[in-house]
């Protein structure tokens, strides 16, 4: 088998593909505290979905790689992508809207509640 050449546009897409996929595997992980605290539900939901998309961007690495490859072809690397995609625009999306209500429900207390806290329970924030 041929070695396959990769030209440099090629290596930056890959390099692109490699942030788009890392950072929204990353951020459930890292705001499943913060953003969630107290509610176990909301933990789990984040910890699934950051694991889901570290799982299917390998998953994707390696379908493109056997199709590149000539070991399976067509390899489904854009249907896993797709896949990833959506399960990462999905926990934002949830994300986000638990984010806006808690801080409507915040606002409604008179700001920050009556025990001080920030809607996001992040103790070391700062007003700017």
């Known amino acids: 088998m041929a070695a ?3 030209a440099t546009t090629g290596r930056i897409h890959g390099l692109a593909g490699l942030v788009l996929f890392a ?5 459930p992980f890292v ?12 933990v789990a939901y ?20 056997m199709d590149v ?7 489904p690397a854009g249907l896993l992508e797709t896949t ?7 926990w934002i999306t949830a994300a986000g809207a638990r984010l806006r209500r808690q801080n409507a429900l915040m606002e409604g207390r008179g700001g920050d509640g009556a025990d001080g ?6 103790r070391d924030a700062r007003p700017v």
């Not at 950072?23 to 951020?27: D, H, K, Q, S, V």
């Not at 990833?84 to 999905?90: D, E, Q, T, W």
């Not at 806290?117 to 992040?122: I, T, Y």
């Open 4 to 6: 396959v050449q990769v």
């Open 23 to 27: 950072a929204p595997a990353a951020a």
């Open 31 to 42: 705001l499943a505290r913060g953003l969630h605290a107290g509610s176990r539900g909301w």
């Open 46 to 65: 984040s910890r699934w979905s950051g694991a889901l998309l570290i799982t299917f961007a390998i998953t994707v690495g390696l379908a493109f790689r």
């Open 69 to 75: 490859q000539d070991v399976l072809r067509p390899a």
């Open 84 to 90: 990833a995609l959506l399960v990462g625009v999905a």
């Open 117 to 122: 806290a920030h809607p996001c329970s992040c």
